[in-house]
């Protein structure tokens, strides 16, 4: 079992920045998994984010390519989502996610959270106009 620990929502005006943490703790292989962000906003399907492979290889939704971030530290034990110029549009719940399986191909859409079998609590970023 993984399990993960996300921090980091809150509150912010358009144009402005958040940065979410998600702590992976659990397997000891776990380091090795794909790694992703996930959000769901009220009435809507649970979307990718963006995902970070083992490798580095990153993969990010088309609506938010070139405002966040998808990154993790040395030990791939800790991974985070850097949110620049936020919208209105990116008010949702964000959840961490785990893989011990190589990331889809395509993260974005709501056909990847499928591949995913360990899920953070959810932390709430809303942005206002």
Known sequence: ????????????????????????????????????????????EREGVAAVDNDGTREYADSVKGRFTISQDNAKTTFYLQMNSLEPEDTAMYYCAASPYVCPAVIGGTQSARDFAYWGQGTQVTVSA
């Open 1 to 44: 079992q993984v399990q993960l620990v996300e921090s980091g929502g809150g509150s912010v005006q358009s144009g402005g920045s958040l940065r979410l943490s998600c702590a992976a703790s659990g397997e000891r292989d776990s380091s090795s998994y794909c790694k992703a962000w996930f959000r769901q906003a009220p009435g809507k």
